[in-house]
């Protein structure tokens, strides 16, 4: 059996779901192509032109993807490795609060934002009335202690990923 991928050239840029397609051949007669992502089998196709849909979510950075086809007795021959890189499209999820959750006017408030995502953060920014009150290079991220005046305050926080997408708590 012969067996190649035929879905993108090395080094390709993806996201999302992504069509993989392989051709093979043998003498025999091929019965069915089996595709894998870092050695882990995402789908089998029995008919030609065989391929597989690929769900990138929840992945990011290389990728090796592999084809392996089978003929009537079994034999088996396995494509070249295909690294492919998946991008990062997804924000990042950042929480903000504050303590105590009812402050008197003359206790300390401390706010904390706290930030996930698959890549990596690169930033976390606090900010109290529309005002930066503090970046963190990783998560959680506190302000220092402050007792603010009697009256409504706003704070929100937004996180930024190590490709640059950001997300923000509450959402404006």
């Not at 930066?132 to 005046?149: D, E, F, G, I």
Request: hydrophobic share 35%.
């Amino acid at each position: 059996a012969q067996c190649g991928i035929a879905m993108a050239k090395k080094g390709a840029k993806v996201t999302g779901i992504v069509n993989i397609t392989a051709t093979a051949s043998d003498n025999v007669g091929v019965t069915r192509v089996e595709f894998y992502r870092n050695l882990i089998l995402i789908g089998t196709d029995t008919t030609q032109p065989y391929s597989v849909s690929w769900n990138t979510n929840g992945l990011i950075g290389t990728q090796q993807l592999l084809a392996r086809a089978f003929d009537a007795v079994n034999n088996s021959a396995n494509s070249s490795i295909v690294n492919v890189n998946v991008l990062d499209i997804i924000n990042p999820v950042v929480n903000v609060s504050h303590s105590p959750l009812n402050p008197t006017t003359d206790q300390q408030v401390i706010i904390t934002a706290t930030a996930n995502d698959l890549g990596g953060i690169s930033q976390i920014q606090i900010y109290v009335d529309d005002i930066l009150a503090q970046t963190c290079a990783s998560s959680p991220c506190s302000t220092t202690p402050q007792v603010y005046s009697s009256g409504l305050h706003t704070y929100y926080s937004t996180a930024t990923d190590n490709s640059n997408n950001i997300g923000r708590d509450p959402a404006s």
